[in-house]
Structures are given as structure tokens and as C-alpha cells.
């Protein structure tokens, strides 16, 4: 388009339906705030069986990632009075009596992660691996040092070993694992539920179980090619004889399930509670690590008015506070070659989605990460996501498992990034410092994003958003009427004004609605049934200051002066006439104001012409008001 403006291009972007908008941000929080605890102690779990079925070192969380990261390492190890660098007790294979033992060293620093942090081998930098190493001689100088002899330094100083990839045990090593495997009772081959292109149903399954026994990969151990395999075969045939097996759903190691204890309670439809997931397979985890990440994401762009390219900067430790308030620090990508660190408000629930995301994510500093953990060499996970893809995801796993979760299904809708921030951009816009638009569950989202700098092309509402509003604006009218309803109830007079009778009739109206049916009876004291009768009741309520209007475009005052054709479309607030308009109710909550003004008038009445006339017409007019509010009892 020729001459577009920046507002312009905004407005290409469409806002989220209100009917997604809200089933969506509602299932992300119940995910962050309700699942997360569940999903991840069951990763942990996860983590933990997989150390255990002997898939070699512990999940690599604290290892040093960054050459950085070592480097702190080592300073921080040094810095311990009580560390003593390892050195060689005699002269041996062209070490020297008193050098250092970098290999044990590199593995007493790093717990067993590494043992080359001090190689000065091509594949290292070699000004970093010297500078490392002056740091340990001046240790080393000052005497803080413990003779070993190499062959038993490791034993001695109690390192952990570090074991390279690719380090096969030997066959009586591997024979007495499966020994001691088959030994423990709770223990159970895993065999087939249907014939596939390897066995036949009832068969073990060779590659599942030697996962279970040694955490690798393939049943080679048990290959039939050779009699070490072939006898192992026959001891779990020995067992398998006994029934000690469980049958694997779709034949997967995936598949085995694991028990979920104490996990979150859910409302039934019936009333009932009861937990969200009695049992989890690994698989289904990997399921649930997805949703929940994409659940943090969704939250915390939809509630930030971050943009996605700051979202996916977020890094760790990135709650702060910012001029008082709790913010995210990120950077700012958008049309600033720079990428300055920026601030952005948040509230509460978003800095919980963060530290959720934080214990997601296996990268050592970003957030939206890669899920799954570094194994072998690699020694980090990948940064950022396609966030189109968990997004589309996300939604579809809400609305596949709804009723199993105890979620609400999400209307079909295109959702991407750019349109959180249009969505949230239109809310605030329209409601800066109201509870109205964000009441369901963001609470002070609206106030808070407020201050997150958009275009104001950006913040107008478009027409689903408008409807939205309006119902929401209606449901609020509403809730202000049952103090109304109630005071009704008991035979008083709740308003007095032009349309006084009318809103009394409305009230009995829906007094008697509620007493001539049982159910709606049994509910007089829920405030919501009442509300929501009310606001079928009173469709053109608009609540006001010194009044209420019952807008009626035939019977309205201010629509006198307009001209016809725009007439009966809405009361012109700024035209009202409240002693005068048949439209108009004062209640009790406007008394005040009535009498405040009477007081005013009474004292300026007494001033001379030629203001006083109209002082006097004007006080007329409110004293007609505030009689009858004191003849009613209304003021009190």
C-alpha cells in the first residue's frame, strides 16, 4: 500500500477473537500454575530412572556449558583454601616430580564432567587453556598442593572419573547387570502386545529391555549371532517362564508407564474432584514438557505486549524490578541494530511462568529452549522455538484433552505472536485502569501493560473486541444492581428520579422470576444468577456518577438536539438532564453528590443578581431530587 503510515501497518494485524482469547490464556495458566509442579517432579523422576536403567552420568544441569562458565569454575575452585592441587610425587613418562596432574585436576573442578579443561591440544584455544594453567601453578607456588603417583592420584583424591562416550564394559560386567536386573522381583520383561516386523506378540523385546538393563539403545547384547547373547537369552527366558513380564503398548520403551501420585485435583462436571493424570509414560511427558513451555510462552507474550523477538531474549534471572514495580528485563530487536536491554512491567502470574520456564529450559542462559538434555559432547541445548508451532500445538493438545484436564475447549482461530500484542495492545487501549475487560484472569494486566509503550493504531478495538466490551460493561452494570435487587427485596425504595417506577418494576420482575422458579430460587443468594437475570432484565443500562440511565432513545433528552438519523443509538452522556430525563434513576450511592450540590446552591443563593436567578432554578431543580430522596429514605 503507497503512503502507509505506522498506524496503518498495525492495523494489518488482526486481533484474537475473545472467544479463543479467553479459553486460551485461562488453559496456559492453568498449565503454569496448576501442572507445572506435576510435570516437573515427573521429569525429574524421568531423569532420575534414566540414571538408574544406566544411561551413564546424572542429567548434565550444573556442568559448565561455556568456556566461561569453566573458567568460573576454576576460580572458584582455586579460591578454596581447602582444595589441593594434585602433582605428580615422582618424575614419570616426561612429567616432572611436582606438575601438576591436569587430567585429575580438570575432573576434581568439573565433578567428573570434563577432563581436558587444561588441554593445550589444537581443538582448544590455547591462550585460555595457558592462562588456566598459570592460575593452578600460582596456586601450585604457594604450596597448596598434594603428591600423588598417577596411576592411583584419581583414588586418592577421590575425583570423579570422567567416562568417554563410547566406553563399552566388558561381557562379565554386563552379564553380573543382568544378573542383578533379573534378581530384583519388581522387575518385568517387557514383551509385546502385537505382532510387528520383528517378533511375534507374547515375544520379548530385546531392544527395550537391554534400555531397561543398560540405558542403550539396542538388544545387541542379547544378539543370537553369539553365545554370550544366546545365553542371556536363556536366563530371560527363565523369567519370562515365571510371568515376570508386562506387555508394551505399541511395543515402545516409550510406553512404559509410571504412577503419578499426589498430582493436581481437577472439578468435574458432577462437582467431584480428582486427579488430572493417574499415570505418565515417558512419552507422554515429552507431550507435556511441549505444552508446558508453550504455555509459558503464550502467557507471558500475551500478557507483556513483548513482541516475539524479545520474548525468545529473555534470559535467566531476567525478573526484576523496574521504577518499583516487578518487570522483565530483555532486549529490545525491533528497528534497533543496537539490541539495548529493555524493560518490560509484568504482573505477578507472568514472573511465575518465568521460573517456570527457567527450569524448562537446557540452554545456560535463554529461556525458550530446547527441551531435551545435552548428551555426549554437546554440552548445551538449543536456543529459541518456533513459536507458530507450539502455538498451534499447544491448542491442539488442549482441545484434543479437554475434557480429560478439565479445560475448556478453544475455539478454532489462526493464533500467532504478533497478534498477543494487538489483542492485549486492544484490551488496555480500551480499558486502562478497569477490572471490566480482564476481571476473568489477568486481574491488573491491563494496568500494568498499559505502560509497555505501543502504537495507538495498535490499541483501537476492532469489532469482536467491541462486542466483547459491551457484554462485559453489561455484566458490570449488572453486579452493581443486586445490592438493588436485595434492598428490593425486602419492599424498599431504591431510587427515586423520572424512571424511578421503571427500574422498580425491572427489579419486582425479576424478584418474582426467581421465586416462581425452584432452581433459580434455590439460588437467591448467588450473586451471579442474580447478576446474569439482571442483566436480561436492564438490556441499556449505563451506570453514572450523579445518576443511572435507562436509556430509552424515545424518552431520552439528550437525543432531542441531534440530529434524526442519529438518533437512538446511545444517551449522550455530557446532554443529560437527570431531574428531567424519564431515563434517569438517582440511588442511594448518587445521594451525596445530590446534597453536596444543594448545600452549594442554598450558599450561593444567597449572592446578588444577576447570578442568583439562575442559582435558584438550578436549585429547584435539585431540591425536587434530593425531597424525594429524603421522603424515601434513600440518603441513608
Request: glycine fraction near 6%.
Amino acid at each position: 500500500m503507497l503512503n502507509a503510515t505506522p498506524d496503518d501497518a498495525a492495523l494489518a494485524t488482526p486481533t484474537i477473537p475473545p472467544q479463543t482469547w479467553w479459553p486460551l490464556i485461562r488453559a496456559a495458566w492453568t498449565y503454569i500454575h496448576t501442572f507445572a509442579p506435576d510435570i516437573l517432579r515427573w521429569k525429574e523422576h524421568f531423569e532420575r530412572l534414566a540414571v538408574e536403567l544406566g544411561q551413564g552420568a546424572p542429567p548434565r544441569r550444573q556442568v559448565a556449558r561455556t568456556a566461561d562458565d569453566t573458567d568460573t569454575q576454576i576460580t572458584a575452585w582455586l579460591a578454596d583454601p581447602s582444595h589441593r592441587v594434585p602433582v605428580h610425587a615422582v618424575n614419570r613418562h616426561g612429567t616432572k616430580a611436582g606438575d601438576p596432574i591436569w587430567t585429575v585436576l580438570s575432573e576434581l573442578i568439573t565433578a567428573g564432567q570434563q577432563d581436558s579443561i587444561f588441554a593445550t591440544h589444537s581443538r582448544s584455544p590455547r591462550a585460555r587453556a595457558l592462562a588456566r594453567r598459570a592460575a593452578v601453578l600460582a596456586v601450585v607456588a604457594q604450596g597448596r598442593t598434594q603428591a600423588v603417583r598417577g596411576k592411583v592420584a584419581a583414588a586418592v583424591m577421590n575425583a570423579p572419573r570422567h567416562s568417554p562416550v563410547g566406553t563399552r564394559p566388558s561381557a562379565a560386567v554386563i552379564d553380573e547387570e543382568l544378573r542383578q536386573w533379573l534378581a530384583h522381583p519388581d522387575n518385568l520383561v517387557p514383551i509385546r502386545s502385537a505382532d510387528d516386523g520383528v517378533g511375534q506378540a507374547g515375544t520379548v523385546i530385546w531392544s527395550t529391555l537391554a534400555r531397561l538393563i543398560w540405558g542403550i539403545p539396542t538388544g545387541d547384547r542379547f544378539t543370537s549371532h553369539a553365545a554370550s547373547g544366546r545365553a542371556r537369552r536363556e536366563r530371560v527366558a527363565d523369567a519370562v517362564a515365571t510371568g515376570r513380564t508386562v506387555v508394551m503398548a505399541a511395543n515402545r520403551y516409550w510406553s512404559i508407564p509410571q504412577p503419578c501420585p499426589n498430582a493436581a485435583l481437577i472439578a468435574c462436571k458432577d462437582g467431584t474432584t480428582r486427579p488430572w493424570r493417574m499415570h505418565i509414560t515417558q512419552a507422554e511427558l515429552t507431550v507435556e514438557l511441549r505444552m508446558l513451555r508453550a504455555a509459558c510462552y503464550v502467557f507471558v507474550a500475551a500478557t507483556s505486549l513483548m513482541r516475539d523477538s524479545e520474548v525468545q531474549e529473555i534470559q535467566r534471572d531476567a525478573v526484576t524490578t523496574y521504577y518499583g514495580s516487578p518487570a522483565i528485563k530483555s532486549h529490545k530487536i525491533k528497528h534497533d541494530p543496537a539490541r539495548p536491554e529493555s524493560f518490560w512491567w509484568i504482573i505477578e502470574p507472568v514472573a511465575e511462568a518465568i521460573a517456570v520456564a527457567e527450569q524448562l529450559s537446557w540452554h545456560p542462559t535463554h529461556l525458550f529452549a530446547s527441551l531435551k538434555p545435552p548428551r555426549g559432547k554437546k554440552n548445551r541445548g538449543d536456543r529459541g522455538i518456533i513459536a507458530a508451532e507450539d502455538i498451534d500445538y499447544f491448542i491442539k493438545h488442549v482441545n484434543a484433552s479437554a475434557d480429560a484436564y478439565g479445560l475448556e475447549t478453544i475455539p478454532d482461530a489462526h493464533v500467532r505472536s504478533h497478534m498477543f500484542r494487538r489483542t492485549m495492545s486492544a484490551i488496555t487501549g480500551r480499558e486502562p485502569g478497569s477490572e471490566v475487560a480482564l476481571g476473568l484472569q489477568l486481574k491488573h494486566a491491563a494496568r500494568r501493560a498499559l505502560a509497555n509503550r505501543t502504537t495507538q493504531g495498535y490499541a483501537q478495538m476492532d469489532t469482536q473486541w467491541a462486542k466483547e466490551f459491551d457484554q462485559q460493561l453489561e455484566y458490570a452494570a449488572a453486579l452493581r444492581l443486586v445490592d438493588l435487587l436485595r434492598a428490593r427485596r425486602t419492599g424498599e425504595k431504591v431510587a427515586v428520579g423520572p424512571g424511578a417506577d421503571r427500574l422498580h418494576a425491572g427489579l419486582d420482575t425479576v424478584i418474582s422470576t426467581m421465586n416462581e422458579d425452584p432452581v433459580l430460587r434455590a439460588q437467591i443468594a448467588d450473586e451471579q444468577a442474580e447478576a446474569a437475570l439482571l442483566a436480561t432484565q436492564f438490556t441499556n443500562l449505563h451506570l453514572g456518577t450523579i445518576n443511572h440511565c435507562m436509556f430509552d432513545a424515545p424518552q431520552a433528552e439528550c437525543q432531542n438536539d441531534l440530529p434524526a438519523d442519529q438518533r437512538g443509538t446511545a444517551p449522550l452522556i455530557g446532554a443529560c438532564q437527570p431531574d428531567r430525563c424519564r431515563n434517569s434513576v438517582i440511588t442511594r450511592r448518587h445521594a451525596p453528590i445530590w446534597i453536596a450540590e444543594e448545600d452549594d446552591l442554598t450558599a450561593r443563593a444567597q449572592d446578588p443578581p444577576p447570578g442568583r436567578e439562575a442559582v435558584l432554578i438550578r436549585l429547584a431543580d435539585v431540591q425536587r431530587i434530593t425531597r424525594a430522596l429524603r421522603h424515601e429514605g434513600v440518603t441513608s
